[in-house]
């Protein structure tokens, strides 16, 4: 069972290039585009030659000639296949994976497999917002408040890594917080 064409397009148009790139190396904009340090390991270099254009959504490195779209970056500094590539970015940004099939009972199946996939992740999702939440806002938590600031972890790193807390014996309020947002307990589990 193959991708679809129609999911293909959709990844290559709706993900950005500059935040997938960003996962690899540090950019910062020069122009119209952006620049860094090439993340590809066998390349080390101490001068930015990676550029990311993200007008075109294609990256390309002058110094070891290396180009293409997100799918091919995640494909190759990932080390996964294309199939995989395409999963990986159309389930971080959010988009439906549709598949071409031979079958009904394989387009059933996949459909189950990507409906089961997106509760996943939504799921993950509502826990990361509650614990969260429950690091900035919980009486409990002052103590790992006080923790990360004295590690010199700030509001910002603490937002970007999505760092929450888990206060002991929370798991009603869990539970009742993440039925309010339609998270059952077969997705949880």
């Given at each position: 069972?193959?991708?679809?064409?129609?999911?293909?397009?959709?990844?290559?148009?709706?993900?950005?290039?500059?935040?997938?790139?960003?996962?690899?190396?540090?950019?910062?904009?020069?122009?119209?585009?952006?620049?860094?340090?090439?993340?590809?390991?066998?390349?080390?270099?101490?001068?930015?030659?990676?550029?990311?254009?993200?007008?075109?959504?294609?990256?390309?490195?002058?110094?070891?000639?290396?180009?293409?779209?997100?799918?091919?970056?995640?494909?190759?500094?990932r080390?996964?296949?294309?199939?995989?590539?395409?999963q990986?970015?159309a389930?971080?940004?959010?988009?439906?994976?549709?598949?071409?099939?031979?079958?009904?009972?394989?387009?059933?199946?996949?459909?189950?497999?990507?409906?089961?996939?997106?509760?996943?992740?939504?799921?993950?999702?509502?826990?990361?917002?509650?614990?969260?939440?429950?690091?900035?806002?919980?009486?409990?938590?002052?103590?790992?408040?006080?923790?990360?600031?004295?590690?010199?972890?700030?509001?910002?790193?603490?937002?970007?890594?999505?760092?929450?807390?888990?206060?002991?014996?929370?798991g009603?309020?869990?539970?009742?917080?993440?039925?309010n947002?339609?998270?059952g307990?077969?997705?949880?589990?």
């Amino acid at each position: 069972m193959r991708i679809s064409r129609r999911t293909i397009d959709e990844v290559r148009q709706g993900v950005d290039v500059v935040e997938v790139a960003s996962e690899f190396t540090a950019l910062r904009r020069q122009g119209t585009r952006f620049v860094g340090l090439c993340p590809y390991p066998d390349h080390q270099e101490k001068t930015p030659s990676f550029s990311v254009s993200p007008d075109l959504g294609l990256y390309y490195c002058f110094g070891c000639q290396r180009g293409g779209d997100a799918i091919k970056l995640v494909q190759e500094l990932r080390s996964v296949t294309f199939a995989e590539a395409v999963q990986y970015l159309a389930e971080k940004n959010g988009l439906r994976i549709e598949y071409e099939s031979s079958s009904p009972e394989e387009a059933r199946k996949a459909r189950e497999t990507a409906s089961r996939r997106h509760r996943i992740y939504r799921a993950l999702a509502a826990a990361t917002v509650y614990y969260q939440k429950c690091l900035a806002q919980s009486r409990t938590a002052q103590t790992a408040r006080r923790y990360l600031a004295g590690r010199k972890i700030s509001q910002s790193t603490i937002e970007e890594f999505k760092l929450g807390y888990a206060p002991e014996g929370s798991g009603a309020g869990f539970l009742r917080a993440m039925r309010n947002v339609g998270v059952g307990v077969k997705e949880l589990r």
